[in-house]
């Protein structure tokens, strides 16, 4: 097997997140990939055979995550492929709602095989987004059933956005750990505080330059950040989209890096409003505007609200 040993800043790429589905139980306020019962797209076991095969051929990557939408809705694919994963050597965890957690019972045959197959983490959503009553949420039975079983695992708790106490320059603080994309522009940012759009001059949450890791779809998109890709692994080989990379010829991505959504803002001379929540929010609604202008880089639609 031929290896692409990729080195330097630019070239190390660590994880490959699988969106295993677009499709959710769900359709919480907060969620930037528009995820819902509607949402179409899943991937099939051979084509996580042949991302599993590229991600050895990039050489540097470690982990493989199952994610959606709602990965434990196709179990059968996701066990298979977490199976895959492990032969291969990668570390290997989860992101879910736990909505099957129905019973500790239950749950704890829900995850049984994992213990089998020697999972290194399960991430679960535990908050309002998911359950009214968190005390008694299902992701509590899911967390339960993964401690008698001793596979490792975490919640993830984002709060409905609060705001805090000021900060020493007078500007209020937003908490709550939502990201101002997807669906959480049309439901959460009412009334909460805004700064002006020239201030966002850089990206403070995703590796433009690095690639520390990739979200990866059914349709082929390689998510560098959700609804901003590199480019089609069904049309170029993913390993060959890794080592190839340039941000500097990115259209998306090199003004980001440069000057962060105010500079995408500027690039394009895109109509804005004076203020916004935060980077994320100028940078969804920048990116919307040229998604037809850009639609190999700026994808899938559904990602943005658009089918």
């Known amino acids: ?50 991302v599993l095969l590229e991600a050895k051929n990039i050489g540097t990557v470690e982990w493989i995550y199952f994610e959606g939408g709602e990965p434990f809705l196709y ?37 049984k095989p994992f213990s089998v197959l020697g999972i290194d983490d399960i991430s679960i959503s535990d908050d309002t987004f998911h359950y009214e009553d968190v005390d008694q949420s299902l992701s509590k039975i899911a967390k339960k059933a993964t401690d008698n079983l001793k596979l490792p695992s975490m919640t993830i708790c984002i709060e409905e956005p609060e705001v805090k106490k000021e900060q020493e320059k007078g500007e209020p603080v937003i908490s709550g750990g939502a990201m ?44 560098i950040c959700q609804g901003l890709s590199i480019g089609n692994f069904w049309e170029t080989p993913l ?11 990115h259209p998306i991505c090199e003004p980001l890096i440069r000057g962060g959504p ?28 040229l998604i037809d202008k850009y639609p190999k880089y700026l994808a899938p639609r559904q990602v943005y609200g658009l089918e």
């Open 1 to 50: 097997m031929k290896i692409l040993l990729l080195r330097g800043e630019k070239k190390m790429l660590k994880g490959i997140h699988f969106l295993l589905t677009y499709t959710c139980n769900y359709e919480c306020d907060h969620c930037f990939l528009y995820c819902s019962p509607k949402s179409q797209g899943t991937f099939t076991i051979k084509q996580i055979k042949d």
């Open 239 to 249: 390993s060959e989209l890794i080592k190839n990379y340039n941000p500097d010829s």
């Open 262 to 289: 105010t500079q995408l803002v500027k690039e394009f001379n895109i109509e804005h409003e004076k203020d916004y929540v935060d980077e994320c929010h100028l940078c969804y609604l920048a990116r919307l505007s």
């Open 180 to 223: 101002f994309k997807g669906r959480a522009v049309e439901t959460l940012i009412k009334d909460l505080p805004k700064r002006p759009w020239d201030e966002f001059d850089e990206c403070p949450y995703e590796d433009l330059k690095g690639l520390g890791r990739i979200h990866v779809d059914p349709f082929g998109n390689a998510h």
């Open 75 to 111: 179990y059968p694919i996701m066990v298979e492929g977490i199976k895959l994963a492990k032969e291969q050597g990668f570390k290997v965890g989860i992101v879910t709602n736990s909505y099957w957690a129905t019973s500790l019972e239950d749950a704890e045959l829900w995850l």
